[in-house]
Structure formats: structure tokens, C-alpha cells
């Protein structure tokens, strides 16, 4: 997908896409950096868009591995299944991370070790953000994790609700540049 196709559906749905540009590969390296991927079995990435952060997970996971894709937006989840939908260890899906139990519960996964998430809490509804925080927590294996990237810090007391041992980092490369949280579930 081009950056003007990424533009294109930025300009149509601005609340859901959250970004203006793909993110950048320095973004996606720091998005994956607190994944212990000799012991992932599971992970979720919720709103991947065109797959900056999905090409990052597929190069340092373990053979085995399940990697589920979750998009809203359908021109992106085509260009997902369009790129992955051969593979055995990948699957995408067309829908809502809010829904992340039921399709656990369709391809047979019990727990996620691993939860990276491109969604834009900051332009997301209120009651949409506490959903999807709130069964990420559910989800999520004791000792597993929560990545994300916000642009700013002012979602931060949402996060707090929801999980445990918050570590930030800055990513200046990256337009805009971008704070990456890590975190445990609280449990």
C-alpha cells in the first residue's frame, strides 16, 4: 500500500486509522522489544494496518509461533490476508479487538503471551479504549505483555487502570515521534 492509499484511509476514518504515515521501523523494533520470543506461544496484534509491526514480529518469532492479526479496517485486512493469508502461522482476521476472547475461542488459542497494539486510544470512544484494555488484561497469560504506542502521554492514567509494571520509552524516529508502553497484566 502507498502512502497516499495510507492517507486515503486516514482522510475516511481518521478515529480508527489514528495515523496520518505507517509507522517507521525504528517504531516497530521498540514495539517488539519487550517480547520474550524463545517463550511466546501466542500473540495478538490488534489494528496492524499495513503490517509495519507484523513484518517486525515475523522476523524475530519462533517457528510455532501464532501470530493473530485483528483489523477493523477492511482495505487494510485485505492487504493483510493479500500478504499473509498462506501462511500456516498467521491469521487474519476482520473485526475488533474488543472480540479478541470469541476469536481466541474460533482457532483454539487459551492464552496470548503476547499483545502488540497499533490502535489509536486517543481518538478511540471512551467505552470502546476501557473494552479493549479491559480484556486485553483478561487475555493476556500471567507474565505476558501489553505493547503499545501512543503520540502523546495524556491516555497514560488509562493505561495505569489496567496494567502493571509500565516501562515508557521514546521513539524520536518516527513521524510524529512516538511513546512505546510496555506492560504486565494486573492480575
Not at 493473530?68 to 501462511?87: A, S, T, V, W
Not at 501512543?150 to 509494571?165: N, P, R, T, V
Amino acid at each position: 500500500m502507498s502512502a497516499l492509499q495510507f492517507v486515503k484511509e486516514y482522510v475516511k476514518q481518521p478515529r480508527t486509522v489514528g495515523a496520518v504515515m505507517p509507522s517507521s521501523k525504528a517504531l516497530a523494533r521498540q514495539m517488539v522489544e519487550a517480547i520474550a520470543f524463545d517463550r511466546v506461544e501466542n500473540i495478538a496484534e490488534f489494528g496492524p494496518g499495513t503490517g509495519v509491526f507484523t513484518e517486525e514480529i515475523l522476523r524475530r518469532k519462533r517457528d510455532g509461533t501464532v501470530l493473530m492479526l485483528i483489523e477493523e479496517n477492511r482495505e487494510f485486512c485485505d492487504l493483510l490476508h493479500d500478504r499473509y493469508g498462506e501462511r500456516d502461522d498467521v491469521v487474519v482476521i476482520h473485526g475488533s479487538a474488543e472480540d479478541v476472547r470469541e476469536h481466541m475461542q474460533k482457532y483454539g488459542i487459551s492464552r496470548l503471551d503476547a499483545i502488540v497494539s497499533g490502535l489509536p486510544f486517543a481518538s478511540l470512544p471512551n467505552d470502546v479504549s476501557h473494552a479493549i484494555l479491559r480484556v486485553t488484561n483478561q487475555v493476556l497469560a500471567p507474565g505476558g505483555v501489553f505493547v503499545t504506542f501512543q503520540y502523546s502521554m495524556m491516555k497514560k492514567a488509562l493505561f495505569e487502570q489496567y496494567f502493571a509494571g509500565m516501562v515508557w520509552q521514546r521513539v524520536w524516529w518516527n513521524v510524529p515521534p512516538a511513546y512505546v508502553l510496555a506492560a504486565r497484566p494486573m492480575k
